[in-house]
């Protein structure tokens, strides 16, 4: 199947491509030949009806399936041109550029400070207490969250509320200096009103990364991102700027999600 492209799609740079991508459990083929770019500054999201592979095709963006031991990828995704999944990639490094958030917060069992200090440490973005105070600071910053917690850096990150955890996650993904950040159903777990500050965040952090979120909320998908990609049984059905998706989908399944028909 063959993903349709909006006519009037502006023109941007490729930061990641994928090209004729499919991904298999075992045996089932859960994506089926996607081809997508992401590009810088925008937020693109993934949309579709659950089950229809969003989340694995997230994961395959910075080889988080390398942890499942029965998905395997076919065709290629590059990074700046760099091929991902070839021999001289790094994955530890791939995965600091190319961050993830989960729908769960997952902060380490570790103070505030040194849940965002980990990464800067381990990857030698930081030296000495100084260096690592000015990181911890500005992505605390960055991620909306210092007014709330400088003054209690010490205290656990698991004590923080879900939406601060979330925040405190974001604010640990950008302290490596990622390019990219993908993240998935990241407000799952939230009120509305640490859902609004998340995306909020997304809008601000837009000017400087790309962002992936799939989402199963279309008026967060319309909210928050530029670009969509609307998934069905593991292929792309269409692809367009958001507004475009919304307002004049090409596809009859397209109209018929957005519409609540199915999903
Ligand atoms: N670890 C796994 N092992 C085997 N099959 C899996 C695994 N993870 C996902 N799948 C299967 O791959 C397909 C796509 O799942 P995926 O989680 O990517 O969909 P999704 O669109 O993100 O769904 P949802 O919106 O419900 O999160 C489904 O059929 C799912 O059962």
């Not at 879900?162 to 950008?174: K, N, P, S, T, V």
């Not at 049984?233 to 609540?260: A, K």
Request: aromatic share 8%.
């Amino acid at each position: 199947m063959v993903t349709k492209i909006h006519p009037n799609l502006e023109a941007t740079t490729a930061k990641m491509n994928a090209q004729g991508v499919s991904v298999y459990y075992g045996d089932k083929k859960a994506i089926d030949n996607v081809s997508i770019e992401v590009p810088s500054k925008y937020v693109t999201s993934f949309i579709g009806p659950s089950g229809c592979g969003k989340s694995t095709f997230l994961r395959v963006l910075n080889r988080m399936n390398d942890t499942i031991p029965t998905a395997r990828v076919e065709g290629d995704i590059t990074l700046d041109g760099e091929d991902i999944y070839g021999s001289s990639m790094d994955v530890v490094q791939l995965r600091a550029r190319v961050g993830m958030v989960f729908q769960k917060p997952n902060p380490f069992p570790k103070s505030i400070y040194d849940n965002i200090a980990y990464g800067p440490k381990i990857h030698g973005f930081a030296e000495g207490k100084e260096e690592l105070d000015e990181v911890v600071e500005r992505s605390l910053v960055r991620a909306g969250l210092w007014n709330e917690v400088k003054d209690r850096l010490t205290d656990s990150g698991t004590a923080l509320s879900g939406g601060q955890q979330q925040r405190l996650c974001i604010a640990r993904a950008i302290a490596v200096d990622p390019e990219v950040i993908l993240m998935d159903e990241p407000c799952s777990a939230l009120d509305p009103i640490a859902t609004a500050k998340i995306e909020e965040l997304i809008a601000d952090l837009n000017e400087n990364y790309a962002i992936v979120i799939v989402t199963h909320s279309m008026q967060q998908a319309a909210r928050v991102s530029q670009r969509t990609a609307f998934f069905h049984l593991g292929h792309i059905v269409e692809y367009g700027r958001t507004s475009d998706i919304f307002t004049n989908p090409l596809e009859q399944q397209t109209q018929d999600y957005i519409t609540g028909r199915y999903g």
